[in-house]
Nanobody, 127 residues
């Protein structure tokens, strides 16, 4: 059974940083596409960042929503089967519940392509 446990959210002032983590079990992180999504109150769940599935090599591509490019970085630790989202220069509009997810596809920005989800972690950025 696949389980994702995301953590690391909290309250931070605008301009600050947070690092989210997503520990995976039941599916090997290095051979799965992984992603981060967020959902603000009253809004749809939207893509934030993703990392492609490894296809027989160690090279994986990362990709981001335009709203977070240059501020957020997605990366993983294969040995720990854990994915991270480093969030810098946070803005009040980044406030949302953040979810990690895994997909059997090579890569995707669509939430419907992800089949397992973490429970979510709240990020609140004060102005």
């Amino acid at each position: 059974q696949v389980q994702l446990v995301d953590a690391g959210g909290g309250l931070v002032q605008a301009g600050g940083s947070l690092r989210l983590s997503c520990a995976a079990s039941g599916r090997t992180f290095s051979t799965s596409a992984m992603g981060w999504f967020r959902q603000a109150p009253g809004k749809d769940r939207v893509f934030v960042a993703g990392i492609s599935r490894s296809a027989g090599s160690t090279y994986r591509t990362s990709y981001y929503a335009d709203s977070v490019k240059g501020r957020f970085t997605i990366f993983g630790d294969n040995a720990k089967n854990t994915m991270y989202l480093q969030m810098n220069s946070l803005k009040p509009e980044d406030t949302a519940v953040y979810y990690c997810a895994t997909s059997p596809l090579e890569r995707s920005m669509a939430w419907k392509d992800y089949d397992y989800w973490g429970q979510g972690t709240q990020v609140t950025v004060s102005s």
